[in-house]
């Protein structure tokens, strides 16, 4: 596992690929972002968590947030969930090793070939605000746990409109 990410703290700018071309930038300025990192295609839990984030995505629309998910699997694998989900967020792929560390995300390493080819991250979720700094931080070491998204997009819109202080920032 990398440095744990402070909250408050300016969150890592990078780009990944993203389907569809091009590249998605990470971090940054302009507005309201909630990225998520799964596991991978090999997670069946990671795509129940991303469908019921697709089933969101008009509410996170309506609060002006942008949504993406990204993991460390290879375009090809990417496009076959895509595909099959139908997913309108940008999802990204190629997440490297430093970049997941960089992100203080746990990283593991497969249990079989027939899993996966190469080590991915456990969940991660964050809430980046417009000036780029972070505002809520989740990663957990298991796909078993992971924040309700339920209740997300209005939890957002009342930090948001209260303009809510940033959490966890004493050392």
């Known amino acids: 596992m ?35 990192v799964y596991r991978g295609h090999h997670c069946p839990l990671c795509k129940d968590y991303l469908n019921k984030l697709e089933s969101l995505k008009g509410d996170f629309d309506l609060i002006n947030c942008k949504i993406a998910a990204i993991s460390s699997d290879p375009r090809h694998k990417v496009i076959m969930d895509y595909e099959e989900f139908k997913w309108t967020f940008d999802l990204g792929y190629d997440l490297q090793k430093f970049q997941m560390q960089q ?61 809510y202080p940033i959490r966890g920032t004493v050392d």
């Open 103 to 163: 992100l203080g995300l746990y990283i593991s390493e497969p249990r079989s070939v027939e899993e996966t080819d190469r080590e991915f991250p456990e969940p991660g979720l964050f809430i980046i605000r417009p000036d780029g700094r972070l505002q809520i931080v989740e990663i957990s070491n298991s796909p078993i746990i992971r924040a309700d998204l339920r209740n997300l997009p209005n939890s957002l819109k009342w930090v948001i409109d209260n303009d």
């Open 2 to 36: 990398g440095t744990k990410l402070q909250s408050g703290s300016v969150f890592p700018q990078f780009t990944i690929p993203k389907v569809g071309g091009g590249e998605l930038q990470i971090g940054g300025k302009g507005q309201w972002m909630l990225l998520i």
